[in-house]
C-alpha cells in the first residue's frame, strides 16, 4: 500500500479533514466542514443577479397627427446577493419614437429595485419596433434586452393617375379622366378642400351628388370614385 492511501484511510476514520488525497498521491485541502456532524460546509458566492419584468410591452396603436403618447413602466430588480451595478442603458436604434425619460437609481443592493420609464411618440405611420439595451455586472446576465413595439396612425393619400397626357384632341370634341382618390394610410383621411389650377379650356367637375360636399372622410382602404 502507498502512503498516500494510507493517510487517506486514517483520516477518513476520524471524520473531516482539512485535507483529500488525489490518485496521484498529492495531498491537496479539502472543503470545510463541521467538526461535529461531518457536514461539508460550502461559502455562499455572492453575485448580482437582474430581473426586468416586464421583459417587452406593446404600446398600442397612436394617432401620429393628434401628437398622442403613452408611457410604460418597466422595474429592474436585484435579486441576487451583491451591488448590481447598471453601466449602461440605451436603444438600439436611437431614432426610433421610443425615449427613456427617467431611471431612478443605477446601483442596486440586493433585492433593491428601480423604476426605467420609456415615453411611445410615433411621427410616421406604420409599426414601430425597437429594444432596450441593459448592460450590467450580472455575471450570467450581462445583457438584458427589452422589446418594444407600437403603431403610428395616420392617413395618407394617393392620386390615380398622378399624371395625364390628353394629348391632341379634335376642336368641337371632348375627353375626361377620372381621378381616383385614395386613402392608403391607417387613419382617417378628411378632404377638406380641392384647387384646380388649368387653361380656360379644361374643367373640374366634382360630383357632389354622388359623393356629397366637402369635407370627405375617407377611412383606411377606401377610395373615391
Known amino acids: 500500500m502507498k502512503w498516500g492511501y494510507a493517510l487517506a484511510l486514517c483520516l477518513g476514520l476520524f471524520g473531516c479533514s482539512e485535507y483529500k488525497i488525489h490518485s496521484s498521491d498529492q495531498i491537496v485541502p479539502a472543503p470545510p466542514c463541521d467538526e461535529d456532524t461531518g457536514i461539508v460546509v460550502v461559502e455562499p458566492v455572492l453575485e448580482p443577479d437582474i430581473a426586468v419584468s416586464p421583459d417587452g410591452n406593446y404600446f398600442g396603436s397612436m394617432e401620429v397627427l393628434d401628437q398622442e403618447e403613452f408611457f410604460s413602466h418597466f422595474t429592474i430588480m436585484n435579486v441576487g446577493t451583491d451591488t448590481l451595478d447598471l453601466t449602461d442603458i440605451y436603444l438600439k436604434d436611437p431614432n426610433s419614437p421610443y425615449e427613456i425619460v427617467d431611471l431612478s437609481l443605477d446601483s442596486l443592493e440586493p433585492s433593491e429595485w428601480t423604476d426605467m420609464l420609456v415615453r411611445f411618440q410615433p411621427e410616421s405611420a406604420g409599426s414601430k419596433n425597437d429594444q432596450i439595451v441593459i448592460n450590467s455586472n450580472d455575471p450570467d446576465e450581462p445583457v438584458v434586452e427589452v422589446d418594444l413595439k407600437g403603431d403610428g396612425l395616420a392617413p395618407m393619400i394617393r392620386l390615380t393617375p398622378e399624371w395625364y397626357d390628353f394629348g391632341q384632341t379634335q376642336a368641337g370634341c ?42 370627405w372622410t375617407i377611412q383606411p382602404g377606401v377610395s373615391i370614385p
Open 174 to 215: 371632348s375627353e375626361e379622366l377620372e381621378v381616383l382618390v385614395e386613402n392608403i394610410g391607417t387613419s382617417d383621411l378628411e378632404v377638406t378642400q380641392i384647387v384646380f389650377s388649368s387653361t380656360p379650356d379644361m374643367e373640374l367637375i366634382i360630383n357632389q351628388g354622388l359623393y356629397g360636399a366637402l369635407p
